[in-house]
């Protein structure tokens, strides 16, 4: 019985390592023709491949490349791990698991060198105006099931920060992104040390695209006159400590 068991594995492993030898592209002819995500250059074999081109829900990746992991398969899993370039600019890599019902589950995601200006689009519906800098991000964990907002933990980081209408770099600020109650994600947002403004406070997410921010915004003495300018058109006035409250709520203009 022993030996039985150990030529069935043998020959179970054997056939897994020569599918996964298959070219990948074979994976384009057996995925369905309206696929949300469209596979262009397919190229390697399923454990170790890639894509030249692939859109998903807007988000634009050249050179995708994953390595599988086979063992992820038995728990009905499909798990790589992940690498690509954003066509907007930066890299990305992380170890991301799908299930059958269709929950994604990435683990140490890694974005980096990501500008500012890329997520321009995003940032239209709250009145924001184009940024400079640079962004970079780790992600401890990203759950997205079938609610529409996904859970994140992890931080962030803006790095010559700026306003594109503007000369003047700010310096750095960091936002630390956690799990809230009842899905919510929780943004606490600060300046790193040296930056030209004091920046502290949160920004709430409710599963339903529901958000409140309370932020305290203060100058230093390195901000020049025209930046000054430009927050209190921007802001409205100072309050008598010269520093600027922002205490706002709405909807995400994605959930409207």
């Keep these: 019985m022993k030996t039985r068991t150990l030529i069935l594995a043998g020959m179970g492993s054997f056939l897994l390592a020569s599918i996964g030898q298959l070219p990948a592209s074979l994976l384009i002819k057996a995925l369905p023709a309206d696929l949300a995500a469209p596979l ?14 692939v859109n998903w829900q807007g988000v634009q990746i050249n050179n995708l490349q994953w390595d599988l992991h086979p063992a992820a398969l038995l728990t009905g899993k499909l ?5 690509g370039n954003l066509v907007q600019g930066g890299q990305f890599e992380g170890n991301c698991a799908i299930s059958i019902s269709g929950n994604l589950a990435c683990s140490g995601v890694n974005l980096t060198a990501i500008p500012a200006q890329a997520l321009a689009p ?4 709250f009145m924001i105006p184009p940024l400079s800098g640079v962004f970079q991000a780790s992600l401890h964990s990203l759950e997205w099931g079938q ?6 933990s992890g931080h962030g980081e803006w790095q010559e920060a700026g306003i594109q209408m503007l000369p003047q770099r700010f310096g750095a600020y960091t936002a630390v992104i956690s799990a809230g109650e ?17 920046v502290d406070g949160t920004v709430t997410v409710q599963q339903d695209g529901q ?40 909807q995400l203009p994605a959930f409207n």
């Design 79 to 83: 798990a790589a791990d992940l690498r």
């Design 122 to 125: 995003y940032l239209q519906g």
């Design 147 to 152: 609610q529409t907002l996904p859970r994140l």
């Design 40 to 53: 262009q250059g397919v190229n390697g074999s399923l454990w170790q491949g890639g894509v030249s081109r």
């Design 182 to 198: 009842q899905g919510a994600l929780n943004i606490t947002l600060a300046s790193a040390p040296g930056a030209a403004f004091t």
């Design 211 to 250: 958000y409140q921010s309370q932020l305290t915004l203060t100058p230093g003495n390195s901000i020049d006159a025209g930046s000054k300018q430009f927050l209190n058109s921007f802001l409205g006035a100072p309050q008598t400590d010269g520093g600027y409250r922002i205490q706002e709520q709405g």
